[in-house]
Structures are given as structure tokens and as C-alpha cells.
């Protein structure tokens, strides 16, 4: 049965959605794609009214064509983020730990899944591939630190 959940606070706003969609990979995936998808609409839009703002002229195809960005970068970096926290649950759930090793192939999978996708060059793929694993695991270390 789907439920949502909506919390927040003046000192440190903090929103939290939660979809049950059944199964625990299903939902860190679509609460992944729904989080960064949100952060990926929200700076196209920032980005394109800063530059309207900048051009001095705000017109409904600027809006339009405003809209269609949002819902286009929303939906690739959403799409990228599902992937990415979906294929890190995975490895989480079939290596039995919780480690760096886990964010690695994750990024690595996401990069290489995203780039086959949108290329058909095997060497493309590959260095996509080592690229999400790289940023992943360099993200994974940083978390370590904090």
C-alpha cells in the first residue's frame, strides 16, 4: 500500500518522502530518482532564470522551453541516481557488506549502463564505466570523512 511521509524544521529543513512500493530496492531506487531528479529540475530552472533575468526579457516560450529542461534533466539525472543507488543496494545485498567496494561497482555499473544507452562505443562505455566507479568511490571516501 503506497504511504508518504513529510517532515521538516525551521533550524535545518529536512524533507522526506517515503513510497513503499513493496520491495526495499524498489524503494531506495524511485527515492533515489525522486531526490536527485528534484535537485537536477530545480538547478535548470535557477540556470535559466538567472540567464532571463540577466537578458531582461521573460517570455512563455522562455517558460516553455524552461519546463521542457526541467522535466529533461530531471528525468537523466533521476534515471542515473535510481541506477546508481539501485545497483549499490545489490552488491550491497549479494556481497553481504556494507563498503566502499559497494559504491565502486555501483558507479562503475551506473556509468557503464548510462553510456550504453546513449553510445554504442565500446571505448566510450569502458571509460564511463571506470569514470562512476572513480566518482563513487571518491564520494564513498569522503563520507568516511565526515
Known amino acids: 500500500m503506497p504511504s508518504s511521509r513529510f517532515s521538516g524544521s525551521i533550524t535545518g529543513p529536512k524533507v522526506d518522502v517515503a513510497i513503499d512500493m513493496g520491495h526495499p530496492l524498489l524503494n531506495i531506487t524511485v527515492d533515489g530518482f525522486l531526490k536527485i531528479g528534484t535537485v537536477a529540475a530545480t538547478r535548470a530552472a535557477a540556470e535559466d532564470a538567472y540567464y532571463s533575468v540577466k537578458k531582461g526579457s521573460i517570455s512563455s516560450h522562455n517558460f516553455e522551453q524552461t519546463l521542457k529542461k526541467m522535466c529533461k534533466e530531471g528525468a537523466y539525472w533521476g534515471t542515473v541516481a535510481g541506477v546508481y543507488v539501485g545497483a549499490e543496494y545489490g552488491v550491497d545485498r549479494i556481497r553481504g557488506r556494507r563498503d566502499w567496494k559497494n559504491a565502486m561497482i555501483g ?40
Open 107 to 146: 558507479g562503475a555499473v551506473t556509468g557503464a549502463v548510462i553510456s550504453a544507452a546513449t553510445s554504442n562505443n565500446k571505448d566510450r562505455i569502458l571509460v564511463d564505466a571506470i569514470t562512476g566507479g572513480a566518482i563513487a568511490t571518491a564520494a564513498e571516501f569522503l563520507n568516511y570523512l565526515t
